[in-house]
């Protein structure tokens, strides 16, 4: 059983809130400023919330679970991830350096695809969101340690807990494209979780993007903004990707992307956006969002128009392949 026949819908308002920003991804948030951010999100009618062990050491999952805890519960869809486990550390520093959040290492990552490892990370992390169920479990970058161990061990162990409706859908997130290409293969995946590999500045991922709208498998666009380098109007020396510093050559390319949408009345990022939506098989999008202002900001890039023309412009420069 795979794809949207599950009767679960997973656009839910203007983009889904990723849950990295408020487990203190590279900087401390305060845990008023976290609970903000998710209420603004919430106000501005998002219902579809993203988070993960990984995120803040647990952190994340905890201040989204208090988040949450007095909304209905029938009117949002929670994501979580498996094949981290966290387990004591030495508690004589901080994660940033390992991980990239801002939080205490008195615990650590432990990888484990495991079937007993994926049981008890998803039970683990019901407990941190104080939920019963959750709506999506991926198998999280499996391409980092093993993707063998994680799609003939962790994968099928989700299918099960699907069946057993402790989750109601499944798949498996990460930046690879042959990682994604692989679980999809496996005939298991209800959707993939495809990250900075299908956005309006590269499309390395176009063939799988099609190959899952053939096979009914939904594709949760997120890293949109390639980390930073389409998240301004216009990108300088400084700007990000894939979470150091852009190459001069990409900063170059954003800028002539930027050229083109300016032209059309459309800034950087409100194409950034807008592009990967335009795929039958993206379902959603999903953005990494550290506070109320950053909300409200991609809240007003989500609901810009963006003309059918600018496509056309962007494939005639040779920008765009997707």
Request: net charge negative; charged share 25%; with cysteine.
């Amino acid at each position: 059983m795979t794809g949207l026949d599950l009767d679960l819908d997973l656009d839910r308002g203007p983009f889904w809130f990723g849950g990295a920003g408020i487990g203190n991804l590279l900087r401390p948030v305060s845990d008023d400023d976290a609970r903000a951010t998710v209420d603004a999100a919430w106000d501005a009618g998002v219902r579809g919330f993203d988070t993960a062990p990984h995120y803040g050491l647990g952190l994340s999952e905890r201040r989204l679970g208090a988040a949450l805890a007095d909304r209905p519960r029938d009117a949002f869809l929670v994501s979580t991830k498996v094949g981290r486990l966290l387990v004591p550390g030495r508690g004589d520093g901080d994660d940033l350096a390992s991980g990239g959040f801002a939080v205490p290492n008195d615990t650590v990552r432990q990888w484990d695809p495991s079937p007993s490892g994926v049981r008890r990370s998803l039970d683990e992390s019901l407990g941190r969101l104080e939920l019963d169920h959750v709506d999506v479990a991926y198998l999280h970058d499996p391409d980092v340690y093993s993707l063998e161990d994680g799609l003939t061990q962790a994968l099928p162990t989700l299918a099960e807990l699907r069946d057993d409706g402790v989750v109601r859908a499944v798949g498996v997130g990460s930046n690879s494209v042959e990682a994604l290409d692989a679980a999809v293969s496996t005939g298991l995946c209800d959707v993939v979780m495809l990250a900075g590999r299908y956005t309006l500045l590269e499309q390395p991922a176009a063939e799988l993007v099609a190959r899952c709208a053939s096979l009914g498998v939904a594709v949760v666009a997120v890293g949109v903004y390639n980390s930073g380098l389409l998240g301004r109007d216009r990108p300088d020396a400084t700007a990000t990707y894939d979470y150091a510093t852009a190459p001069a050559a990409l900063v170059a390319r954003a800028n002539a992307i930027a050229d083109v949408c300016e032209r059309h009345g459309v800034t950087l990022p409100e194409a950034a956006l807008a592009f990967p939506r335009r795929a039958a098989a993206v379902a959603a999008i999903a953005l990494g969002v550290q506070s109320a202002e950053q909300v409200r900001s991609n809240v007003a890039r989500a609901a810009a128009v963006v003309p059918e023309a600018l496509w056309d412009d962007l494939r005639a420069a040779g920008l765009l392949t997707g």
